[in-house]
């Protein structure tokens, strides 16, 4: 039989603290809130369940007893694959996370494409996060602190803008770095929270001029590679929604109007018919790639059981399989882990099953994804922050576990 050899328990949300939530378990399929999408069946039944049983070449005299011992054995046999599965997940994050912390330069900047910027740092962080690791912990502790301090070193003190370094397409390095610091506050010593109550605020002060830009009808509430572009994008308006809902739940003067703007932006670049979100407008351009940032953004920011969330979860249920062979397919893999994750259900089900299968075995010697896409900390990051999904550690991924849960 064909079952997904990797099926997962979550780490439970809630007020028990990131290494609690990190030790109680990992890796599940959810189950799906009463919206309609189909909801997994039964409990999670790790690795490969109910496999066709060995002895169905023996007459039929024996079938009843051979039945019932692989009953009764069951339980015992899925706990234990359960933890082979959750291990081989483990310690393929935890290999990718040594090779980031190999990589990364002492002033917190990595080699390679963009590796200047601070944006590829902020991922990294994020990255350390995502597995539970904190400022100032023995492990991974000073790797976070070098991201925190390079990204502050490389923003405008006057505005609050990351995106110096790379003057083409800053909104992006811009978000990305806006949304570790509003990750990451609360967690630093005072004299780095000191640096980022000073910055983020500009940050998000530059984010909403940027919003209020001059735009057309189609791309009205989003974001593109400047400040002062007057189009918009669904990638780079993904990043700085995220940006904008992580310091409004960290306490941040985001005004509500700003969100359903954006929200309202995202919506526009969804193709009905096909059920997908696309790059500008409903051209089909990346639409495999960026369906689950659709999805990520409306349920992040209230929008859940959204007709078009719901529709854009059919569409990715059907056709994720193919993201292996997008140009940006590490970039789509990030994504679509975090939507579907956030639908749960069949969905994060399948789509888990396949991302360990298929991404775990192209993990490098020395810990790295590589697959031509910006550079290998940049691929190793978003795989980790896909494969760790399941651990609910960055805040502005928590799933809204009361909403129409039965």
């Known amino acids: 039989m064909g079952t997904p050899r990797f099926r997962f328990r979550a780490a439970p949300a809630g007020t028990a603290g990131r290494d609690a939530r990190r030790r109680a378990g990992v890796y599940a399929n959810l189950p799906r809130r009463s919206n309609g999408f189909p909801r997994a069946k039964g409990a999670c039944a790790p690795g490969v369940a109910y496999a066709m049983l060995p002895g169905m070449h023996l007459r039929r005299l024996f079938l009843p007893l051979l039945l019932a011992v692989s009953f009764l054995l069951a339980p015992f046999r ?34 390679r494409r963009y590796g200047e910027t601070g944006a590829i740092s902020a991922l990294a962080g994020m990255a350390f996060l995502a597995k539970g690791y904190t400022p100032g912990s023995e492990k991974y502790g000073e790797n976070i602190n070098r991201s925190v301090d390079y990204i502050l070193s490389c923003v405008n003190p006057t505005n609050g803008y990351f995106g110096v370094k790379l003057p083409n397409q800053g909104m992006y390095v811009h978000a990305i770095c806006t949304l570790f610091l509003t990750e990451v506050s609360g967690m630093v010593d005072p004299v780095r929270q000191a640096r980022i109550d000073e910055v983020v605020p500009k940050s998000i002060k530059l984010i909403l ?21 007057r189009d918009s994008d669904m990638s780079c308006s993904g990043w700085v929604l995220m940006a904008l809902r992580s310091s409004r739940l ?28 696309h790059y500008q407008g409903r051209s089909g351009q990346y639409a495999l790639t960026l369906t ?12 859940h059981n ?7 979860a059919s569409y990715l249920s059907r056709d994720f399989r193919n993201l292996a062979n997008q140009s940006n397919a590490l970039y789509g893999l990030y994504y679509t882990a975090q939507g579907s994750f956030q639908v749960g259900g069949d969905l994060w089900r399948d789509f888990s099953a396949w991302m360990y299968e298929t991404w775990l075995p192209r993990q490098r010697p020395d810990g790295a994804w ?14 980790v922050l896909a494969f760790t999904v399941p651990y609910r550690q960055l805040p ?5 576990e009361t909403v129409d849960e039965t």
Do not use: H, M
């Open 78 to 111: 899925s706990a234990a694959q359960a933890v082979t599965a959750s291990d081989e997940v483990d310690v393929a994050i935890e290999r990718g996370l040594k090779y980031l912390a190999s990589v990364q330069r002492e002033n917190g900047s990595f080699p």
């Open 209 to 229: 001029d940027a919003q209020n830009i001059g735009k057309d009808v189609r791309d009205k509430g989003g974001w593109r590679y400047t400040p002062t572009s």
């Open 250 to 277: 960290n306490g941040g003067k985001v005004p509500g109007d700003a969100i359903e703007r954006a929200v309202e932006y995202v919506k526009r670049q969804y193709n009905e018919a096909e059920g997908s979100f």
């Open 292 to 303: 689950g940032a659709g999805i990520l953004c409306l349920e992040l920011c209230g929008r």
């Open 306 to 312: 959204d007709p078009a969330s719901l529709r854009a």
């Open 370 to 383: 590589e697959r031509n896409e910006v550079s290998p900390a940049y691929a190793t990051s978003l795989c």
């Open 396 to 400: 502005i991924y928590q799933r809204d």
